[in-house]
T-cell receptor
């Protein structure tokens, strides 16, 4: 079952602005991963953050994890038109498999 | 990042036929691969976990006799949709788990059953 919930479901911003997406989950996790999916394509791995980590950076991406609140956020700074995609969080809850959130559809307007 | 390929990228078949989809990890060995299904504008739903050299573990509600999974080597897993029907039309995506726990996804296969 899909336990992750993402907020907002859709986000539309102007190019150059920052985009923030949130993910909540219900059970304890080993790690949380963020992925990007362009329409009709596969998923591209963005960042993995482990349960003992609080923040990670990768280029224009910043991910935070608050295990006490069971939530994570993905921040994309200085957005570009090419960032337009759906973004999914996925939690590793053990048993090797990932549980995906419903995703946030991000649109960057030029 | 690591590369996972899928073949074919799209397939159209007649109702009642079987379709095989291949998933390969190109530059790393994956003892565990996963098969997902995705409907338009929806998230991924895990169908089964494929372990090299052993039987796949299917999620609740997934028919193991309809979706046959074979993980013959550390770099190849196959999903065969048997006796496909129009309701099986979907986007099928595989992933392979690396030693660092990251799952790398293939580009997906779009199946259309007429």
């Amino acid at each position: 079952s899909q336990q992750g919930e993402e907020d907002p479901q859709a986000l539309s911003i102007q190019e150059g602005e920052n985009a923030t997406m949130n993910c909540s989950y219900k059970t304890s996790i080993n790690n949380l991963q963020w992925y990007r999916q362009n329409s009709g394509r596969g998923l591209v791995h963005l960042i993995l953050i482990r349960s003992n980590e609080r923040e990670k950076h990768s280029g224009r991406l910043r991910v935070t994890l608050d295990t006490s609140k069971k939530s994570s956020s993905l921040l994309i700074t200085a957005s570009r038109a090419a960032d337009t995609a759906s973004y999914f969080c996925a939690t590793d809850q053990g048993a090797q498999k990932l549980v995906f959130g419903q995703g946030t559809r991000l649109t960057i307007n030029p | 990042g690591a590369v996972v390929s899928q073949h074919p990228s799209w397939v159209i078949c007649k109702s009642g036929t079987s379709v095989k989809i291949e998933c390969r990890s190109l530059d790393f060995q994956a003892t565990t691969m996963f098969w997902y299904r995705q409907f338009p504008k929806q998230s991924l739903m895990l169908m089964a976990t494929s372990n090299e050299g052993s039987k796949a573990t299917y999620e609740q509600g997934v028919e193991k006799d309809k979706f046959l999974i074979n993980h013959a080597s550390l770099t190849l897993s196959t999903l065969t949709v048997t006796s496909a029907h129009p309701e099986d039309s979907s986007f099928y995506i595989c992933s392979a788990k690396s030693r660092t726990d990251t799952q790398y996804f293939g580009p997906g296969t779009r199946l259309t059953v007429l």
